[in-house]
């Protein structure tokens, strides 16, 4: 026992090829998480500065396929419609611009959540295996002494301490960048508003395009 290193390598180390494996699968996981959680935490930031910067009037590149999409529908022509109708257009394809673009910017999100639900039940299958261990070194050994078990559970235990090692930053990064989405998704849907009213009222060119049969039967 006083031989045991309990340190992560130490118990990577010690323990069987299955041992290891999960282990190995498990840390990868955890690292990969991390990354992840990076990136969401950059995506979410830029693009909540770019959302308010543009509310305030200047002109966003990253937004550029959005207003895009608005500019494109002011000036579709339409005959018969109403100026509601016609902002209600330009809205609509501004906001499924919109969830393009947040879609793209979650990028691995739902990785987060596979990874906070399956690296429990990886570690968990490392503990069994680490138990079954230690059950088969009684059986060999015909000895029930610590020193005997104290291997397979320890591997079993660092397989554990793995899978939540993955798990917990997984889950809270999900959440937590999750809501965040959320609240961008809320400020990308008042800026879309905002610019669809703000094409509508330009000078009256919006609204003569979207009627020519109005326009023709003018004196």
Known sequence: MQGLDLSPVGLFLSAG???????AVLFAASLWCWVLIVE???SVVRLGRAVRAARCGETVASLAGV???GEA??????????????????????????????????????NLAVISSVAPFV?????VWG????????????????ATVAPGIAESLAATAYGLAAAIPA???YNRIGAAFAR??????????????????????????????????AP
């Open 184 to 217: 961008l998704g809320q400020e990308m849907a008042s800026f879309v508003e905002e610019r669809a009213i703000a094409l509508v009222s330009r000078p009256a060119e919006v609204v003569r395009e979207a009627n020519p049969r109005r326009r023709s039967e």
């Open 123 to 127: 570690g968990l299958f490392g503990t």
């Open 73 to 110: 529908e002011a000036h579709r022509r339409i005959a018969g419609e109403t100026v509601s109708e016609v902002r209600a257009r330009i809205a609509d394809g501004m906001a499924r611009a919109a969830r393009e673009l947040i879609a793209r910017a979650e990028g691995g999100l739902p």
């Open 171 to 173: 889950s809270i990064g």
């Open 40 to 42: 969401g935490v950059v």
């Open 131 to 146: 138990i079954m261990s230690s059950f088969a070194a009684i059986s060999q050994a015909n000895d029930t002494s610590l």
């Open 67 to 69: 207003v895009a999409a």
């Open 17 to 23: 090829l299955v041992g290891k494996a999960v282990m």
